[in-house]
């Protein structure tokens, strides 16, 4: 234990704590994951339930889905997978923490590495789902 | 900052029996690692090719529902998704809720709610007719190839 990158816990600020989860990185992205993981769980749950539309028929499955596709969805889709994506990601950095010798160490770097891959598959995603979505097409 | 002097809780008994919080433990992560791959192929073939969004209709479901291949790809992530999400849950509930009739209540409804929508996604995966009868003005709904 004597290797990882906070100092000693008498040289820092109580506000630092002496812990990889109170303060700093360390605590938001612990907040991030709790939020995100909570709304992605309430989306699967109403999300099997439309799509166990397909059973009733293809006019009722449908009817519902078309709701995805207005903008005010759409933008609230953005929301959602972005929240996907950052659990994901994050998720990989918690799992590296605990199993990879070199994870604590590393923590602080792995969530601004977590945030800059979440920068870039968003900026990959966003674009290109809201031409989708405000596009004149779809059926 | 005071420290607390070691040792700061007693040596903890030794319990028998199967260890269910430690494989809990484990599961959120190897069900991780598997839902990675899983939802983010998801989101990508739903999302990103072709028109995306405004392409997902019955018809669609219906050509990826049709082939085992995504059977198979569905099933997996319904199942390991809903328990991560569910055991997530459970976790949350511990932490926050103090009173115990409400902690049970709340932990049941979670395993309530995860079982039967797990039966109820698995049964539409295998159970589910891409060409179903229909009435004559949902016809235009079906996918091309039950017209052949
Ligand atoms: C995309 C891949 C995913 C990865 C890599 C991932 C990873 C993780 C990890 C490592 C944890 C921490 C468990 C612990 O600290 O013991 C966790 C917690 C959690 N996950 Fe996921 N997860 C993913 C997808 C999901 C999905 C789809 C849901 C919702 C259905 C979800 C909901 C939750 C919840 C509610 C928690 C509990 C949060 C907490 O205790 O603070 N996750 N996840």
């Not at chain 2, 809990?24 to 899983?38: A, D, E, K, N, P």
Request: aromatic residues 12%.
């Amino acid at each position: 234990m004597s290797r990882v990158s906070t100092p000693p816990v008498s040289q820092m600020k109580a506000s630092q704590g002496g812990t990889l989860y109170r303060g700093r990185e360390g605590m938001w992205s612990w907040v991030l994951h709790r939020i995100t993981g909570v709304a992605i769980y309430f989306f699967l749950l109403v999300h099997i339930l439309d799509t166990a539309l397909v059973r009733v028929s293809p006019e009722a499955y449908n009817v519902v889905i078309a709701s995805y596709k207005n903008p005010i969805m759409g933008v609230g889709e953005l929301g959602l997978v972005g929240a996907i994506m950052f659990h994901a990601l994050n998720g990989l950095r918690i799992i590296l923490i605990d199993f990879w010798s070199k994870g604590v160490k590393y923590q602080r770097v792995m969530f601004w590495t977590v945030v800059g891959v979440w920068v870039v598959l968003f900026a990959g995603f966003a674009p290109r789902h809201l031409m989708n979505v405000f596009s004149e097409g779809g059926h | 900052m005071s420290t607390i002097a070691a040792p700061r809780t007693p040596a903890p008994q030794k319990r028998r029996g199967v260890n269910w919080e430690k494989w809990g433990w484990i599961y959120m992560r190897v069900s991780g690692v598997v839902l990675v791959v899983l939802i983010f192929g998801h989101l990508f073939v739903n999302l990103m090719v072709g028109e995306g969004i405004k392409a997902i209709d019955f018809a669609f479901v219906a050509g990826k529902l049709s082939n085992p291949f995504w059977q198979w790809w569905d099933t997996l992530m319904l199942w390991l998704a809903l328990i991560h999400g569910a055991n997530g849950m459970r976790t949350i509930v511990n932490d926050y809720v103090v009173s115990k009739a409400w902690g049970r209540t709340l932990r049941g409804a979670i395993a309530f709610a995860a079982v039967a929508l797990i039966v109820l996604g698995t049964l539409v995966i295998f159970t589910f007719d891409p060409c179903p009868v229909v009435p004559p003005e949902q016809a235009s709904l079906l996918p091309s190839f039950c017209t052949a």
